[in-house]
């Protein structure tokens, strides 16, 4: 699924960063991926898939 449409990231991207590069935040992934640096409105999901990942570990 797509998270952040301006970026073409989807839900699987961010997890396989937050696994393999100890991603813990929202500012990190944006600096690693894009990801909110342009419209914003996938923050608030890529949060949760962030907050998701973690959770699962
Ligand atoms: Fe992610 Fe626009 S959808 S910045």
Do not use: P, W, Y
Request: glycine letters at 10%.
């Amino acid at each position: 699924m797509f998270v952040c449409l301006c970026h073409g990231i989807t839900d699987k991207q961010i997890a396989e960063t937050v696994r393999e590069q100890g991603i813990g935040n929202m500012r990190e992934l944006r600096k690693q991926l894009g990801v909110g640096s342009q419209c914003g409105k996938c923050v608030q999901l890529a949060q949760q898939v962030v907050d998701n990942t973690i959770i699962d570990e």
